[in-house]
């Protein structure tokens, strides 16, 4: 069982596309194993998600590297992530941007996710529970932003939060089901494009009010 990143990087990323030296640099360099809880450990460099606890998943690491390499994060950008789950994705983008703000529904998963964060050395991640639904209004406008939950429609708010030029990937359609990775590009004017990228299948996005009811 491989507990290294670099046969990772080679035989599910490059050999398949992703041609970024910077996100395939990241990759290599995040320790994925540190982010993947006690029994998956071992699975980590595999080609696959794996549960995180809570009904959870990290993405299989492909989807991470696609996502990053789609956004292109760089040093003087701050991006937004709305679903910090275990950190990875997390990690990845902290190694390539300027600033990454990370909002987790979870408070169990927020709390992990910010331990693993620190104890890694990444000063420039900032973690928050909350509803990523409603974005992030206070830290943004952001230079991207990358949903890595599922969500039945494309949140309002993200969009408002994202800068002009912006870039934001999401996964958009049912609920448990397929959805399309969906890259919206916010031009000069505000005017906002839409690209589908490819199928996905990740957890939901859920709302606090059905999550945490009064
Ligand atoms: N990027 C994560 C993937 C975690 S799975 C990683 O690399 O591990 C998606 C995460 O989105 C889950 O942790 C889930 O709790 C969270 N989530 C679901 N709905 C949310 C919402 N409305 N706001 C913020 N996070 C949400």
């Known amino acids: 069982m491989s507990m290294q990143s670099e046969?990772?990087?080679?035989?599910?990323?490059?050999a398949r596309g992703i041609a970024n030296e910077r996100v395939l640099e990241a990759m290599e360099h995040v320790?994925?194993?540190?982010?993947?809880?006690?029994?998956?450990r071992e699975l980590a460099y595999e080609d696959r998600p794996l549960p995180i606890g809570y009904d959870q998943t990290i993405s299989q690491p492909y989807i991470v590297a696609f996502m990053t390499e789609v956004v292109d994060p760089q040093p003087n950008q701050r991006i937004l992530e709305i679903g910090a789950g275990s950190g990875y994705q997390t990690?990845?983008?902290?190694?390539?941007?300027?600033?990454?703000y990370s909002?987790?529904?979870l408070p169990q998963l927020a709390e992990r996710a910010k331990?693993?964060?620190?104890?890694?050395?990444?000063?420039?991640?900032?973690?928050?529970?909350?509803?990523?639904?409603?974005?992030?209004?206070?830290?943004?406008?952001?230079?991207?932003?990358?949903?890595?939950?599922?969500?039945?429609?494309?949140?309002?708010?993200?969009?408002?939060?994202?800068?002009?030029?912006?870039?934001?990937?999401?996964?958009?359609?049912?609920?448990?089901?397929?959805?399309?990775?969906?890259?919206?590009?916010?031009?000069?004017?505000g005017?906002?494009?839409?690209?589908?990228?490819?199928?996905v299948r990740f957890v939901p996005l859920r709302r606090a009010e059905d999550v945490f009811p009064n």
């Open 7 to 14: 046969p990772m990087v080679e035989q599910q990323l490059r």
């Open 31 to 40: 320790p994925r194993h540190e982010f993947v809880p006690g029994p998956w």
């Open 91 to 100: 990690a990845v983008l902290a190694e390539l941007a300027g600033e990454v």
């Open 103 to 105: 909002v987790e529904l």
């Open 115 to 189: 331990k693993t964060l620190t104890a890694l050395g990444y000063r420039n991640v900032h973690v928050r529970q909350g509803d990523g639904y409603l974005g992030w209004k206070e830290k943004g406008p952001f230079d991207s932003i990358v949903v890595t939950c599922g969500s039945a429609d494309v949140p309002e708010a993200l969009i408002e939060q994202l800068k002009p030029g912006g870039v934001m990937i999401i996964p958009v359609g049912t609920v448990g089901g397929e959805q399309m990775l969906q890259l919206f590009v916010k031009q000069l004017d």
């Open 191 to 199: 005017a906002v494009e839409m690209r589908n990228q490819m199928p």
